[in-house]
Nanobody, 119 residues
């Protein structure tokens, strides 16, 4: 099993910044990617950003230029720096770790951390 511990959510004013972190531990064989998803009330969970083991990153169009994802492979930790936050960034943010064993992939999720952007 893989355990994920998230931190860094909170309440921030529009234009402000937050930094999320997620540390993975447990039976980690090979991490394929680490990333963040979010889910706002009444909406589906969506990909925000992810980073692959080789360092390639993907971002949702809505956060490009504002959010930056990074990771420490040795510590199995991923961070996401969120700048210029907007009201529409309000959501529960979930850390995701995708591991790989041979041709199989396994998804693990954190418990979620609330990010609220409000004046």
């Amino acid at each position: 099993q893989v355990q994920l511990v998230e931190s860094g959510g909170g309440l921030v004013q529009p234009g402000g910044s937050l930094r999320l972190s997620c540390a993975a531990s447990g039976s980690i064989f090979s991490i394929y990617s680490m990333g963040w998803y979010r889910q706002a009330p009444g909406k589906q969970r969506e990909l925000v950003a992810r980073i692959f083991s080789g360092g390639i990153t993907n971002y949702a169009d809505s956060v490009k230029g504002r959010f930056t994802i990074s990771r420490d492979n040795a510590k199995n930790t991923v961070w996401m720096q969120m700048n210029s936050l907007k009201f529409e960034d309000t959501a529960v943010y979930y850390c995701n770790v995708k591991t790989q064993r041979s041709y199989d992939y396994y998804d693990y999720w954190g418990q979620g951390t609330q990010v609220t952007v409000s004046s």
